[in-house]
Nanobody
Framework: VQLQAYGGGLVQAGGSLRLSCVAS????????SGWYRQAPGKERELVAV???????MYGDSVKGRFTISRDNAENTLYLEMNSLTPEDTAVYYC???????????WGQGTLVTVSS
């Protein structure tokens, strides 16, 4: 299984970015999948998940600003991020949940930097 995340970059506060995660060896729609992020010196934080049924859940800090979606035909996971603030600066990781946490599949991460 490989998860390839991309779309990160440098953006000004108030701006938007869209992250993508392409999977090989696993079908996103068969599992719960989503995004975590980790800022320097901080623990990994849940950003958003989408279940196999399409139900979405968001971390409190991103509710109303971020949207997770999935393209089943392309087997790609997306994270649309709007109204970005410097506090959103982090490495964003896509993941697929299979079994226990230790068995989850992770992408390599993509860096998002929001300047003030």
């Amino acid at each position: 299984v490989q998860l390839q995340a991309y779309g990160g970059g440098l953006v000004q506060a108030g701006g938007s970015l869209r992250l993508s995660c392409v999977a090989s060896g696993v079908i996103f729609s068969a599992y719960t999948s989503g995004w975590y992020r980790q800022a320097p010196g901080k623990e990994r934080e849940l950003v958003a998940v989408i279940t196999s049924f399409g139900t979405t859940m968001y971390g409190d800090s991103v509710k109303g600003r971020f949207t997770i979606s999935r393209d089943n035909a392309e087997n790609t996971l997306y994270l649309e991020m709007n109204s970005l603030t410097p506090e959103d600066t982090a490495v964003y990781y896509c993941h697929v949940r299979r079994g226990s946490v230790s068995s989850w599949w992770w992408g390599q991460g993509t860096l998002v930097t929001v300047s003030s």
